[in-house]
């Protein structure tokens, strides 16, 4: 079937045949991935960091080792089964590493950018799919998401093939991807209902218009049609109910299987029954747009978007360059606002990454901007790519989650290196710590430690669990004295040396009480209110883990 012309007449592409749509998909694919593999090399090796090696990674083996949909070595979160089962395949063909895993999941992303790509052509032109897709390959966060095995990245690339199969009118081709991104993220069903909610609007003004007779002034129906999608999307909004048939069989079955309809009791407490309050809401809200908006670096290119918009579009002979057409903004505008709604009000730890499948759209919007109305348009991106590139690697002067730059590296690399001394002085050892390292010192295939390589028995370490390392925890810790050798402690949350508003106490009280803040003790302070020796301590870019050897 032939490609369909693009949004703006600068730019439509002649009709080619599919084979030749096809090569050309999979030459930028490759291209895609070979990039991704190369940036990405140092860190292929990597064992497994925080919600990978506490949940995903676990879940996944479970179905490659037992064909298991449902986790058992790990309480069942509900998240449906497609990201796992593309694990499971992968290790089933390549065998069970850091390696297969990362490299599968750098494939999944580099599909994702090939689907931003095409729409971003689809809603605006090829200098503007070109620019986008560089700067949301670096931008930390989806950098990051890239080969961390998670499943934020797969739906957000789903969506961006749905979208761009909505914008390019393809009912049944957006049914389909918008169903395998529900598969991968239940959170991703928010885009198709979003696009019902204002696909069943604009149907409701425009029966409104006709009824009122508001088309008599020939300018305002040249205006509504702008705003307006074509009449036929209108007749094609049922296939974006598709999504709900996947999704709702899913939890049908998991709640067959567990009793349980959205995951164990602790994390629906945790992600929805904790996060109702209406206090909490507004800054939720404010965080979330800050995500969207200015988080590492994006207030840079929102800055230089916002004053772009002051100044004319350009033209040439006489014709202004094209905007995006006005109903594709607000059709993206929707889906936008339903994750920002959605994610103010559920998910008890505010993660960047779970507004993956949206912050690339207001890439897009901005970059569309700059390319309209901005003559050196391209400096401006350079400039912002090189903030984006700076960011993964040093950290900002607020708090973030690890996972968000590459101090997830740091982190493995001091857990790594700490507890492979600790099984090669210590071995066999009861240990005290906190989650994570409490799942890296008893599940050797998560990467961290292997017994038989760095000590002299293959006995696993005892491991005595406390939350974090706060004075509360410490001092129960103190308690339970007797149960334990040594403790490994570390950094849970980064500090940075001198963070924003730190003086202000209202606002970490807020933290406290809604986004479960807490100030760890350092190294030296918990050896003294435990009564033991610290005999092994590293730091890195602002973390650091030591172990503390107990006094008897």
């Not at 569309?368 to 984006?388: C, M, Q």
Request: net charge positive.
């Amino acid at each position: 079937m032939p490609a369909r012309p693009l949004a703006h007449p600068d730019v439509r592409a002649k009709s080619e045949p599919p084979s030749s749509a096809w090569a050309r998909q999979i030459l930028l694919f490759a291209i895609f991935f070979a990039g991704l593999m190369l940036l990405h090399a140092p860190l292929l090796r990597l064992p497994y960091f925080w919600d990978e090696a506490g949940y995903y990674v676990p879940a996944a083996r479970d179905l490659y080792l037992k064909g298991a949909l449902i986790p058992y070595s790990t309480p069942s979160n509900a998240h449906p089964p497609l990201v796992m089962a593309w694990l499971a395949l992968a290790w089933r063909i390549c065998g069970f590493s850091p390696l297969v895993t990362r490299t599968s999941m750098l494939a999944l992303s580099a599909f994702c950018l090939l689907g931003l790509f095409r729409l971003s052509r689809a809603a605006a032109n090829l200098p503007v799919a070109c620019a986008t897709i560089a700067l949301v390959a670096i931008y930390p966060v989806y950098f990051t998401q890239s080969s961390l095995a998670q499943v934020d990245l797969a739906a957000a690339g789903f969506t961006f093939w749905a979208l761009a199969a909505y914008l390019e009118d393809r009912p049944w081709r957006q049914g389909v991807f918008f169903s395998l991104a529900a598969v991968a993220k239940e959170t991703a069903i928010l885009a198709p209902l979003a696009l019902i909610g204002w696909t069943l609007f604009v149907d409701f003004v425009r029966r409104g218009r006709k009824e009122n007779r508001w088309n008599e002034n020939r300018g305002n129906e040249d205006r509504w049609n702008e705003i307006f999608p074509p009449a036929g999307k209108l007749r094609h909004w049922r296939p974006l109910l598709f999504p709900v048939l996947p999704l709702a069989l899913w939890y049908f079955y998991h709640y067959a299987k567990t009793g349980f309809l959205l995951g164990n009791p602790e994390f629906f407490r945790y992600n929805v029954a904790a996060t109702f309050n209406p206090l909490r809401v507004p800054f939720a809200f404010g965080m979330r747009l800050w995500q969207l908006f200015g988080y590492f670096g994006l207030y840079l290119l929102t800055l230089a978007g916002a004053l772009a918009m002051s100044r004319p579009p350009r033209s040439r002979a006489g014709i202004a360059r094209p905007r995006i057409q006005i109903w594709m903004q607000a059709a993206l505008l929707s889906v936008l606002l339903a994750y920002l709604a959605f994610m103010s009000v559920v998910g008890g730890a505010v993660l960047a990454r779970y507004m993956l499948p949206v912050v690339p759209l207001v890439i897009l919007a901005w970059v569309s901007t700059l390319w309209r109305r901005v003559r050196y348009w391209k400096l401006i991106v350079g400039v912002v790519a090189i903030v984006f590139g700076a960011g993964l690697f040093t950290n900002p002067q607020y708090g973030f989650s690890l996972e968000d730059n590459l101090a997830y590296r740091d982190f493995i690399v001091l857990h790594v290196d700490a507890e492979r001394f600790l099984a090669a002085q210590y071995p066999g050892a009861r240990v005290l710590t906190a989650w994570p390292a409490s799942d890296e010192l008893t599940r050797p295939w998560l990467g961290y430690v292997n017994f038989n390589a760095v000590a002299s028995t293959t006995r696993p370490f005892q491991v005595s669990r406390i939350e974090d390392f706060s004075p509360p925890q410490i001092d129960l810790a103190v308690r339970g004295r007797a149960y334990y050798d040594v403790a490994l402690v570390f950094s849970t949350k980064y500090q940075p040396p001198h963070p924003l508003l730190d003086n202000w106490e209202a606002w970490q009280r807020i933290k406290e009480q809604f986004f479960g803040f807490h100030r760890d003790l350092l190294p030296e302070d918990i050896a003294q209110r435990m009564g033991g020796t610290v005999v092994y301590h590293k730091e890195i870019n602002g973390q650091w883990i030591a172990i503390i050897l107990i006094k008897r």
